[in-house]
């Protein structure tokens, strides 16, 4: 059970080029979210999947599209990267909502250092 | 509205003190209060979590104390150790909204607790 995975570790790339981040999760989680980290800034949602099929905008969604290829899996895409973007990009899943307090926990990967020169 | 307003930013605590992280929030609809901890090059995971019907809540040496007339809950650490040093963030949830629950954190505080 490897939890939240996320593609590639580091990545640097030149102003306007694109890449796709990566994540997989094993947990049968419903819900996946973005997130950035910044310095000072803390973690600000990008954009969320609540389910299979839906994806929804966050508080900074600009210049991010996202993909919901199926249960397990919720990528990032950066079309025109720019050097705003240079950040910490983490994954991050969630159980469907119960009665049990655990439905509130979300589970982090390990993250994406991004540069963008 | 939507902010929740972490302080301090960083902090130095002496082996087997007390470490204390505030914040603040301003929406009255939050329900959910956890406090996530990340190690350097790690994501961040949940330490404890609270709901605004109790006023505290204990896991091992680490307590969350919630004052909800003041909208303020904060983190205390105690007999903090070297191992305790990382990055602490705050966040309110405001329940089910658009078919999942989402977080606001706060900006992070990071604690160094010396050997």
């Known amino acids: 059970n490897a939890g939240v995975t996320q593609t590639p570790k580091f990545q640097v790339l030149k102003t306007g080029q694109s890449m796709t981040l990566q994540c997989a999760q094993d947990m049968n989680h419903n819900s996946m979210y973005w997130y950035r980290q910044d310095p000072g800034m803390g973690l600000r949602l990008i954009y969320y999947s609540a389910s299979e099929g839906t994806t929804d905008k966050g508080e900074v969604p600009n210049g991010y599209n996202v993909s919901r290829l199926n249960k397990r899996e919720f990528s990032l895409r950066l079309e025109s990267a720019a050097p705003s973007q240079t950040s910490v990009y983490f994954c991050?899943?969630?159980?469907?909502?119960?009665?049990?307090?655990?439905?509130?926990?979300?589970?982090f990967g390990p993250g994406t250092r991004l540069t963008v020169t | 509205q939507q902010q929740v307003k972490q302080s301090p930013q960083s902090l130095i605590v002496q082996k087997g003190g007390i470490s204390i992280i505030n914040c603040a929030y301003e929406n009255t609809a939050f329900d959910y209060f956890p406090w996530y901890q990340q190690f350097p090059g790690k994501g961040p995971a949940l330490l404890i979590a609270i709901r605004p019907d109790v006023s505290e809540k204990k896991e091992g040496r680490f307590t969350i104390s919630f004052n909800k007339s003041a909208k303020q809950f904060s983190l205390h650490i105690m007999d903090s150790q070297p191992g305790d040093s990382a990055t602490y963030f705050c966040a309110a949830s405001i329940g089910w909204t658009s078919g999942t629950y989402k977080y606001i954190f706060g900006t992070g505080t990071r604690l160094k607790v010396l050997a």
């Open positions: 991050a899943s969630s159980e469907a909502p119960n009665a049990r307090q655990k439905a509130y926990e979300q589970y």
